[in-house]
Structure formats: C-alpha cells, structure tokens
T-cell receptor, first 115, second 115 residues
Framework: AQKVTQAQTEISVVEKEDVTLDCVYETRDTTYYLFWYKQPPSGELVFLIRRNSFDEQNEISGRYSWNFQKSTSSFNFTITASQVVDSAVYFC????????????FGTGTRLTVIP | DAGVIQSPRHEVTEMGQEVTLRCKPI?????LFWYRQTMMRGLELLIY????????DSGMPEDRFSAKMPNASFSTLKIQPSEPRDSAVYFC?????????????FGEGSWLTVV
C-alpha cells in the first residue's frame, strides 16, 4: 500500500535560517513519482516539484532544493535563507502504478517563518 | 494561462440544503479530479474523470455526493442533503495526462461550512 509520512507537524524558524522538511514514502512499485505542494494561508495548493523514481539527482530551484534518496525512501525539501513568505503548509505526495490516477498525500508540515 | 477555476470560494449553508460546487479545468487537460481536505482525513481523492467520463468514484463518501462533467470545460460536485460533517475544503484539479507521471494542478478550493 502507498503511504507518505511527514513526521514534522509544525516547524518554526527565524527568518534567514535554513529549514528541511522531511518526507518518507512507501510503495511496492518500482515506478513512482513524488511531489511537493505548498498551501499558503490563502488556501490554494501550489505545485512545487515532481520527481520520478529513476531520477535521483538532487534539484535546486532558487532557495528551494530537494534531496531524493531511494535507499531511505525519502524525498526531503530544504528552504535556504527562509523568508516570511515561505510560511505555509507543505505537502509531500506520491503516485504510483498501483494507485493509478491517485495522489497520496502526507499530512503536511506547517512552516512558520518568524521575522 | 488561466489555472483551475472553482466557485464558490466560500459557502455557508444550513444542514439539509443542496450544495453545488463548480469547476473549470485548465483548457486542454483531459483529467479532472475532485479532492476533499479535512483536518481528520487530510487530502483525499473523491472522484476523477477522463475525457468527461467518471473513471473512479470509490472515494465518494456516500450517495449524498454526486459529480458530473457535462463537457470538457465544466464539472460539478453536488451534495444533497448536506450535513455538518461535510464541512471541508473541496479542491478541483486537472492534468493533461493521467497520473502517475504528470502533474496535477489544483484550484483555489471551495471552503464549505454546513451549520
């Protein structure tokens, strides 16, 4: 069965600190995809990144970076030099062959960046 | 390009009333999804359509819920009669091909409160 675990319920950091959000997933499929979404206080879900199971290269986009490690079934998300605008709930999600067209979401991590 | 458009953004209704939520997917997207977000259950898939045809409605909680997609640019999610436990954020989303593999883009959500 598919499962996404975000063990950190809430994190608070001071502005300009770096922060890492953890994501651990479970799937029996060899082909799967991992996603991160951001939900700011306004409520919408904003797509951040997609990764497939065959590409373990880390990715960097501005202050955001993602570390995918199949050996530990983790797909962690790091924000460098955090800003107040980064305050949001961040969701990690998984889709795989068995789950067909479903995205399985973790429970989210609420990040608060204190000015 | 316009994203997924949902209406209403907020709705407060009395128990027993009919609620209709509306969605316009991104133009050219063949897949449309309805998700529900609650504190207890997080984000869960209710139903999805491919080319206007319902493919999987196993997530629809009960017969009070129904969804239609009369054409490629419009879908509705109806709750009749509504109950307080239906209070949640309902997200519509679309993608150009089926997950796994492709990104699902979400609307801003419809925040439903049933009193």
């Amino acid at each position: 069965a598919q499962k996404v675990t975000q063990a950190q319920t809430e994190i608070s950091v001071v502005e300009k600190e770096d922060v890492t959000l953890d994501c651990v997933y479970e799937t029996r499929d060899t082909t799967y995809y991992l996603f991160w979404y951001k939900q700011p206080p306004s409520g919408e879900l904003v797509f951040l990144i997609r990764r497939n199971s065959f590409d373990e290269q880390n990715e960097i986009s501005g202050r955001y970076s993602w570390n995918f490690q199949k050996s530990t079934s983790s797909f962690n998300f790091t924000i460098t030099a955090s800003q107040v605008v980064d305050s949001a709930v961040y969701f990690c999600a998984l889709s795989d062959q068995t789950g067909a067209n479903n995205l399985f979401f973790g429970t989210g991590t609420r990040l608060t960046v204190i000015p | 390009d316009a994203g997924v458009i949902q209406s209403p953004r907020h709705e407060v209704t009395e128990m027993g009333q009919e609620v209709t939520l509306r969605c316009k997917p991104i133009s050219g997207h063949d897949y449309l999804f309805w998700y529900r977000q609650t504190m207890m259950r997080g984000l869960e898939l209710l139903i999805y359509f491919n080319n206007n045809v319902p493919i999987d409605d196993s997530g629809m909680p009960e017969d009070r819920f129904s969804a239609k997609m009369p054409n490629a640019s419009f879908s509705t999610l109806k709750i009749q009669p509504s109950e307080p436990r239906d209070s949640a954020v309902y997200f519509c989303a679309s993608s150009s091909v089926g997950v796994p593999g492709n990104t699902i883009y979400f609307g801003e959500g419809s925040w439903l409160t049933v009193v």
